[in-house]
């Protein structure tokens, strides 16, 4: 393996971003981009030449529906990396806040994101924008997706570390499922002199503490870091306040929250040290509740594998879906294509679910069956019709000898 790529850090603040140096010691201090930083450094490369091309748009950052600290960070860090090309963003997700520390992280850093549901993107006049941008996923986990296409809103970039979902042409794209977060990505674009951090810049020091936040949430906090995450954080570890950090992190949970975990602490069934747990029925606030029962979950002894789901109810369009999320400490199980085989594919191609390093999801449309769940009876029937077959399902690639379960 060759040295590792030494980057300046970048101390001028003026539009363009500095030359970059191999030479370390230069600047405020050279930092290393680990055993890919030749992978990175031609990303950044390439991301400082098209950002160059596109001066003067107008672009839509598209997050996932239930953004992440690891989407939210990573959103804004392009947005200000995207302003020192004169280029403007508005962060975009079309879901819910429901995690209280995405609250939190929204609120006490003054992230600048907004909610667009699929009306908002009908009435919006989208000419002005030049296209969009997809950052932290690859628009299978985002309902505006659709209509995007529809409309045939340009997809401008792609910035993720997720596994590579449906081909999209964007014509900038910068997918490594090798790197543990969209964080450290949009950390790299930093080190490399896309945006330099300054310390007496309010809205940096806050954007610095979001992406730390992001990479640590991303990899279990740092526990599944690798070098590129570790030297991402020790670069972001300059400009973020830990203290604000601490505060964003106590924020604690609802409840209903609650509720869910005991729930799925009594639900569980364990298969050969795979936990799996249906929750039932939730309302569409405290859907962020299933990967936080699945993050319980995983850290019972003998376990290395869990699953919650339940059917989330949005009321807003009266629909149902089954909403799962999956985590794991098996190092050699890959979430991506476990959830992928284990559901397949819907009638259009997409995938039900899919994945990164150590944890997925899975969304499954309930289509007809949707709604009308006065009835005790007929609510009992429905979840237990779902459940079984999710169950069915993931026993089939846990244990693939096995038919049928018990369903007594
Ligand atoms: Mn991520």
């Given at each position: 393996m060759s040295d590792p790529l030494l980057l300046q850090a970048n101390s001028d603040k003026s539009a363009s971003p500095a030359p970059r140096s191999n030479e370390p010691g230069r600047g405020n201090g050279a930092f290393a981009l680990g055993q890919n930083g030749r992978l990175a450094e031609q990303r950044i490369l390439e991301l400082e030449q098209w950002l160059t091309r596109h001066g003067g748009d107008r672009q839509i950052v598209l997050l996932q529906d239930f953004p992440d600290p690891d989407a939210l960070s990573a959103g804004w860090a392009y947005k200000l990396i995207a302003e020192q090309y004169d280029i403007h963003c508005d962060i975009v997700y079309a879901g819910t806040l429901s995690h209280q520390e995405n609250i939190a992280l929204v609120k006490l850093l003054g992230l600048p994101i907004q909610r667009w549901t699929l009306q908002t993107l009908r009435e919006k006049n989208l000419s002005e924008y030049s296209g969009c941008v997809l950052v932290d996923n690859q628009g299978t986990t985002t309902q505006l997706w659709e209509q995007v296409q529809k409309i045939q809103l340009p997809v401008l970039a792609i910035i993720d570390h997720h596994s590579p979902q449906e081909k999209i042409n964007a014509e900038f794209s910068d997918i490594r499922p090798g790197v543990r977060a969209t964080a450290t990505i949009m950390t790299q674009y930093m080190q490399g002199g896309l945006l330099a951090l300054d310390s007496s810049i309010v809205e940096h020091t806050r954007c610095a503490t979001a992406l730390m936040h992001g990479l640590r949430s991303d990899t279990n906090r740092l526990l599944h870091a690798k070098e590129e995450d570790f030297l991402a954080a020790a670069y972001l570890s300059r400009y973020y306040d830990s203290q604000l950090l601490s505060a964003v992190l106590q924020s604690a949970r609802s409840r209903r929250v609650m509720d869910v975990i005991e729930q799925s602490l009594r639900n569980r069934i364990i298969e050969s040290n795979y936990s799996i747990a249906g929750v039932g029925y939730l309302r569409y606030d405290d859907r962020d509740a299933i990967p936080q029962a699945a993050d319980f979950l995983v850290t019972e002894e003998n376990i290395h594998t869990a699953v919650v789901y339940g059917i989330v109810h949005d009321e807003d369009d009266d629909i149902e879906v089954v909403i799962g999320s999956m985590r794991t400490n098996k190092l050699t199980l890959d979430p991506d294509e476990f959830l992928k085989e284990a559901f397949g594919q819907d009638?259009?191609?997409?995938?039900y679910g899919g994945g990164r390093m150590m944890a997925g999801g899975f969304e499954i449309p309930i289509g007809f069956l949707s709604g009308f769940n006065e009835n005790g009876d007929y609510a009992r029937v429905k979840w237990g019709v779902f459940d079984n077959q999710i169950k069915q399902k993931l026993l089939h690639i846990i244990n693939p000898g096995d038919g049928v379960i018990q369903t007594a």
């Open positions: 009638p259009q191609g997409r995938f």
